[in-house]
């Protein structure tokens, strides 16, 4: 099993899910302002949506156990500034949904957040999730990862989405 490591890299173009060449985990987090949801409202669904850019290696998906992700009802680390503690800091819910694997470069990943999932979501402020492999590394020294389009992207539609559901 490989170590862990930080790396700043500039990851605008794309967000990893996966291994690297030294066998560290690919995190990213994803940022969602969800201050619009009315305060009384229930949620009674919510998807996270995320488009395949990208594929280095072999699929993760195949490789890295299942694909999921954690929340947090504000900011991991306390803060919705980002900083390297963000990817052990704990989770208001950990795995709260699992990512299907995208077939092709411009398809979508998503999954539906468990009831544990929808109770995170702010209604208040700012949710993140943090999606990763349950399976860190494969061992095989090799790049294995999928990128997913970023927030910065140009195409609206290639974006990262929370897609919530309430009353």
Known sequence: MGGGGVSAENLTTSLRVGDTNVDEQYKNIVSFNTSSIPDGATITAATLRL??????????????????????????????????????????ANSVVTLSAPAANGSASQGTLSAAGLAAISKTGTTQLRPY???????????????????????????????VTYQ
């Open 51 to 92: 488009v395949r850019g990208t594929i280095s290696g072999t699929s993760p998906f195949t490789t890295h156990g299942p694909c999921v992700a954690d929340i947090h009802s504000s900011g991991f680390g306390g803060s919705t500034a980002f900083a390297f503690a963000d990817w052990q800091a704990a989770a208001t």
């Open 133 to 163: 492999c349950t399976l860190g590394d494969n061992d095989d020294l090799g790049f294995d990862y999928i990128g997913f389009y970023p927030g910065e992207n140009a195409t609206q539609a290639n974006r990262p989405q929370l897609i």
